[in-house]
């Protein structure tokens, strides 16, 4: 409770439950949807935006924020193409704009002079370094997930659990998969800052695997991955801050820590 008394711990805890939220809120839908490697490649393809847009002098969410979205369509347009043909390369392609996106932002930021404290948060995380205006970004970004999620939220659950039957049912499958990769995107951009980019996949997709061991029932699912993001981030920050190791990693290490009890306790349980 001391370190409380700090302003930047206050302005960490409050990033780190908006970030909470935000994978309750998505996660489940990825990993139901099995879109984990299409988040990952939304993730690094954001990478991109983000160096152009700090060598260009502009915040690096300017960047990533439109990056992240505009590779979240071309990755749905390729998934339709591909379904539609009966193509089995998609995968090489998202793997390739995955690459492509970490290149272009590499050499965005290799053609700027100086190293920037700052831009490293964007790639490994600094929740300790959030701000106001940093958490405003995020609380703005999670009150649109939520609205959209809550006002649609049949029509994703139809289309995570049985798209054939959306469909039949009348539902606008393609534009409701659009959306959801959308939302996937702002998720993403969300959570750099707390374990940046590269390691952000985890923390959307293994609170939503713990949740998995525990409910079928998608509104549990979003409790229970809630409440391990949130678990994880609370405790990671603390161990990060008492161990004076970067608060991103140990975070990441908590949540496969989490994941690794569940399942253990899973599979005792099943004995």
């Not at 490697?37 to 690096?60: E, N, Q």
């Not at 193509?87 to 704009?97: F, T, V």
């Not at 374990?195 to 293994?206: K, P, Q, S």
């Amino acid at each position: 409770m001391v370190l409380l008394t700090y302003w930047f711990m206050r302005w960490a805890l409050a990033a780190g439950l908006v970030a909470a939220l935000a994978c309750g809120l998505i996660g489940p839908f990825v990993r139901i949807r099995r879109l984990a490697f299409l988040a990952g490649a939304v993730a690094h393809s954001a990478l991109g935006g983000l160096g152009a847009a700090y060598h260009y002098g502009f915040s690096p969410e300017i960047g990533a924020l439109p990056a992240a979205i505009l590779s979240a369509l071309l990755i749905g347009w390729l998934d339709d193409r591909a379904q539609a043909e009966g193509s089995r390369h998609e995968d090489a392609l998202i793997g390739a704009m995955w690459a492509v996106g970490m290149a272009i932002g590499i050499l965005f930021i290799a053609r700027t002079p100086g190293y920037n404290v700052e831009l490293m948060s964007y790639l490994f995380g600094s929740i300790l370094t959030v701000g106001p205006g940093r958490l405003a970004f995020m609380s703005v970004g999670l009150a649109l997930i939520a609205i959209v999620v809550v006002l649609l939220w049949r029509p994703f659950v139809s289309l995570c659990l049985d798209p054939e039957f959306a469909r039949l049912r009348g539902l606008p499958v393609r534009l409701l998969n659009y959306l959801l990769l959308v939302l996937v995107a702002v998720t993403v951009v969300l959570l750099i800052q707390v374990v940046g980019l590269i390691m952000v996949l985890a923390l959307v997709t293994l609170p939503a695997a713990v949740a998995a061991h525990w409910s079928r029932d998608m509104k549990h699912m979003v409790a229970f991955a809630t409440a391990s993001a949130g678990l994880a981030i609370l405790v990671g920050l603390a161990l990060a801050v008492a161990l004076d190791w970067p608060a991103g990693p140990v975070i990441i290490l908590t949540c496969a820590g989490l994941f690794a009890i569940s399942t253990a306790v899973v599979r005792l349980r099943a004995l």
